[in-house]
């Protein structure tokens, strides 16, 4: 047995005559240089990495830059066609659109999770108000989804069910309309992708949507299960909206898959979380900077799936004033909708949103409906 000062003696090993890695027979040893196996596969994993990285560069330079032709659909590039069929009348209310935008924020404020916010990159109400917008009217107010392509039993529903979405979060009559085939697109608006075939949104939005917006339309919207790209620069887009056409479209592909894959549930928060989102844009709302708002701009589906299914007290001060609708009214009919399909943190919300407003007396249009009935 040791004490505490003594220590155990060492036994040096015995000489075996032989160098380290030498075999007991006296052969020489093999070789033991940059052919090791194990650095032969590393090597090999290396080179497929680089491949794949050069093979993804060339297809994703290879895109055909389309950005040319589709020009006039971005408002900051050339200006836009002038007639636009808009509704040009003087917005009429009981109060004035800065008392009713600020009214909505202080009384929203008070439930809606916040952050620091960024005043410089924020669009002001009288920017906003400023502005040409599209806006429903007496000839033009029912919001129209247009499937585009083919969906399976599972997207067929949650489209359906994001129609009636649409309804609630932007107060039109939301239509469905009958399924419209893509197959005669052109080669040079479509490629393969790593979610299968891609079609080129400048193409769908100008040549499939625009020419096809119904006469009492406020918006169109293409929703198609194929993925997405918006020309030279982007390898995907989740979707894209006009901001003075009245069209936009969006994907489901990345919606409805992933590892592992979403539930139904989850693939329809997502969708309309996208749809709602591309509306915005079609009514004139830009990315939003400061709250968490169903606005923000987001690149991914993690952060697609971490934002919020709500707009920002700014963005919803903003798309009621301009769209006439009563935001208690809103957010009743958005607890409905919540209620129905199972999300009962939403209708929270929604609950907690609607009284608020009730509490703040919030001032309304007279009849809620749009400002020219």
């Known amino acids: 047995m040791l004490n505490q000062n ?81 509704d040009t009348e003087p917005v009429r209310t009981l109060v004035s659109g800065e008392a009713f935008y600020n009214a909505v924020v202080a009384a929203l404020a008070t439930i809606h999770p916040s952050r620091p916010r960024d005043a410089a990159s924020e669009e002001t109400f009288a920017a906003f108000s400023a502005k040409k917008r599209n806006r429903p009217s007496a000839k033009r107010k029912n919001f129209y989804i247009q499937p585009l392509g083919s969906f399976s039993s599972s997207e067929s529903r949650i489209v359906a069910s994001s129609t009636v979405f649409m309804e609630k979060c932007f107060g039109c009559p939301s239509v469905l309309l009958p399924v419209k085939p893509l197959d005669a697109i052109d080669a040079k608006y479509r490629r393969s992708g790593p979610y299968g075939e891609q079609f080129f949104t400048g ?35 989740f979707g894209e909206g006009a901001f003075t056409l009245r069209i936009g479209v969006s994907s489901l592909r990345r919606m409805v898959e992933g590892s592992p894959m979403p539930s139904e549930s989850l693939a329809l928060m997502r969708t309309v979380k996208l749809l709602a989102h591309e509306a915005g844009h079609m009514f004139s709302l830009y990315h939003c900077m400061n709250t968490p708002c169903m606005m923000e701009f987001g690149n991914s589906l993690s952060a697609h799936d971490a934002s919020v299914v709500h707009f920002c007290p700014e963005c919803t001060a903003k798309l009621c004033w301009s769209l006439r609708l009563s935001p208690t009214d809103r957010f009743a009919a958005l607890t409905e909708w919540f209620e129905a399909n199972g999300y009962k943190e939403e209708a929270e919300y929604c609950k907690k949103a609607k009284a608020a407003l009730v509490e703040a007396k919030i001032p309304t249009f007279g009849n809620g409906k749009p400002n020219n009935e």
Not at 14 to 25: F, H, I, K, M
């Open 203 to 237: 193409h769908l939005l100008a040549k499939v949507l625009f020419p096809e917006v119904p006469a009492d339309a406020v918006g169109l919207m293409g929703v198609t299960s194929a993925d997405l790209w918006a020309g030279r620069g982007w390898n995907y887009v």
């Open 6 to 86: 003594e220590s155990p003696e060492r036994t040096e090993p015995e000489e075996s005559g032989l160098r380290s890695g030498e075999p007991p027979d006296g052969s020489p040893a093999p070789r033991r240089g940059i052919f090791r196996p194990r650095v032969i596969i590393l090597a090999v994993v290396v080179a497929g990495f680089i491949a794949a990285d050069i093979l993804f560069v060339a297809w994703y330079l290879d895109a055909p830059d389309l950005d040319a032709e589709y020009s006039f659909l971005y408002e900051d590039r050339i200006p836009l066609p002038t007639d636009l069929g808009h």
